[in-house]
């Protein structure tokens, strides 16, 4: 699944398919010894939903890394043995960067309402839906978040 | 809290979640006093007030508080040494657990002397 660079050793230090997320949080839900949760934003998000609805396209500009938040020590953890420059990162070519609670306040408040929720495990994961996901993008409106909100009309995570 | 950087919100609300777990909170201080990790001496000059920040119930209030004009919400979670992982070593786990668990019964035996 991993793609390489030339030298066929290191993995290229990015995260675009769906798959690449929900090994992840398999992985994790196996490795949780204690019930934990965390939210997934950002482009994480938008694959985590492409995942489950077996959806194989890669998303445009790539990703580097995940932004999770959790308010458990379990799951904060493990999000830290997997930061920027980790060997978690060195296996996987992207890493996680956890962020604080005030980054959902960048969400629709009513974003709850309208979240997706599965089991890993041990590990509860809670993902906002795709069109929500996509607001603080489209409110930063880089060409990154415009292409992830085109890529995220081609798959139909969201429609017009 | 709103008067952080979201990186900075990130450093103040893990550092605090880690370090409620006596587990977490170990191999918190392990990383932070490792003689490589470049904040370490910082971290001991201020290491009361920084672990009263990560104990207290409001750091605001703590803050307004306790650690009066020199110190701000922002300055003093920038106190808080970056978690450096890479220096925890695994097989030091159990006998720093050992170590805190003789360590309350070394201060019983002084009460009782």
Known sequence: ????????????????????????????GRKLKAPGKLILIGSGGLL??????GIESPLPENSMDVDP???????????????IGSPFERENGWHINLMPRDALDGLPSDWPSRVSRKEYGLLAVEVPCPADLLAPKLKRGERRDLAHRQWALYTGLISV | M??????????????????????????????WEHPEHPHRERFEENRELVVGFLECENPQTYIDSVAGAKWSLRTLTREIPCVIWEFWDESK???????????????AATIIR
């Open chain 1, 69 to 83: 938040i959790t308010f458990d020590d379990d799951v904060a953890e493990l999000c830290y043995e997997a930061h």
């Open chain 2, 2 to 31: 709103n008067a952080l950087s979201l990186d900075d919100a990130a450093r103040l609300q893990y550092s605090r979640i880690l370090w409620k777990n006596p587990r977490t909170r170990r191999r918190l201080l392990y990383v």
């Open chain 1, 1 to 28: 699944m991993q793609e390489m660079s030339q030298s066929n050793q290191v993995p290229l230090r990015e995260l675009k398919y769906p798959i690449q997320v929900e090994h992840w949080l398999v992985d994790w």
């Open chain 2, 93 to 107: 786990e159990a006998s720093l657990e050992r170590k805190e668990e003789v360590r309350p019964l070394q201060n």
């Open chain 1, 48 to 53: 985590w939903h492409a995942a489950q609805r």
